[in-house]
């Protein structure tokens, strides 16, 4: 399985994530809340090499050049897209986000 590298900001937003869906009422606990996380960041990791991706719309170009994007149904009213560059020796995701913040502009 090729390597999988998050940016920075990613990671960072992820971390917060945990605490804006509890602040939000989607959990009411952290362990939950967490739980959903990893279930995301574990998803990337297993399905980012595997899954048929699309080229992602200039809309994303400031989180880099070449992008690519995969989607993450969580359930029926969130799907994830994860953007990421290939390389030759592995995948670098450059920016998560979902249908409620971005979904508008990949349809």
Known sequence: MPEIKFHRDVLLYLDELT????????????????????????????????KPHKPAPSHFSKYGSDLFYITYNRNKQTTWYIFFQKTNSFYFVRYITNNHIAGHFLY
């Open 19 to 50: 605490d804006i869906l509890i602040e939000k009422g989607y959990f009411s606990f952290y362990e939950y809340s967490a739980e959903y996380i990893e279930d995301l960041v574990n998803y990337a990791k297993n399905n980012i090499a595997i």
